[in-house]
């Protein structure tokens, strides 16, 4: 039987979202984020209801347990994206974390929590949100990409990840801060660091050309060769296509990625080949989701604690 990996948790939870919208809190700073012409809003949240719904199958398919839960709530624009909010940590570690924008701090779901707790091993739950009044914020999973076998957290610098924060998380965790800058074509600093980078276990999509200082980006290059991971360079229409979006994920037959099809459709034969080295691609389709500028990895709550 194969291995499992600390990278790829084989559970999630995810949030279904019942009046989900593109976010008008997170468009000024979210370069990715669109809007429909076509649909109207209660056309839009139904078709991402119906995309959610059919991920969360999908995984289970494969093997992966999936937590689903519901949201109703109308403030709350963006639930679909519970991966900014909490993460958990092998050591049974779980972390709450301060947001940016006001509407998605509404987010924050102790019902969550507390399943976690009567389904996992959690030994303490560290809550980083009182920070938000001094401004101080770290939008979990979206602001750090986590190397959970050399402990190291990959930031992109942005509002959505105050260095202070940054701090205070790896020295509770037991990670190595790698913070650099990261723009678009338009000089817009990259909001989240998960739009940028995807970690598995045995390679790294990364957008190496929006990084913006090349001694730091020749570093963080031999940081994933020195892990005996292969680096796979993304471009930057890939990297807006969210090519980078993606969660390496443990089913019942090996490791899979789950990556929406619009980024698999990005991806050239050669990418894809190397990818298919060491997983299963798991292509989601999800565009009217990644309306608001998220895509299959923003979906996805990693769970890194063991089950009781």
Known sequence: MEKRSVQAPAAVIMVRPHHFV??????KDNS???????????????????????????????????????DEGTKTPDSVFPNNWFSTHSGGHVAI???FPENRRLERRYDIIEMLKTNYRVQDVIDYSGLEPDGLFLEGTGAMVLDHRDRVAYVTKSNR???????????????????????????????????????ATDFVMVGLD????????????????????EVIALS?????????????????????????KRAVD???????AKIEESTTILPLEIPTIELAGGSVRCMLAGIHLLPR
């Open 161 to 199: 990840a105050d260095p202070v924060t940054l701090e205070r998380f790896c020295t509770h965790f037991n990670y190595e801060p790698m913070a650099f800058d990261a723009f678009d074509d338009s000089g817009t600093p990259v909001y989240h660091t998960n739009v940028l980078m995807c970690i």
């Open 97 to 99: 974390y301060p947001m």
């Open 32 to 70: 990715f984020q669109q809007t429909s012409e076509d649909l109207s809003e209660a056309e839009v949240s139904k078709k991402a209801f119906q995309e959610a719904t059919i991920v969360a199958e999908k995984l289970e398919e494969k093997g992966v347990r999936v937590h689903i839960f519901e």
């Open 210 to 229: 929006m990084m913006d200082d090349p001694a730091r980006r020749d570093e963080i290059v031999s940081r994933f060769e020195s892990s005996g991971r």
């Open 266 to 272: 990005a991806l050239t034969d050669e990418q894809i």
């Open 22 to 27: 593109p976010n008008s809190q997170t468009a």
């Open 236 to 260: 930057k229409d890939q990297i807006a296509n969210f090519a980078g979006n993606a969660l390496e994920l443990q089913g019942s037959e090996g490791r899979i990625l789950a990556i929406s």
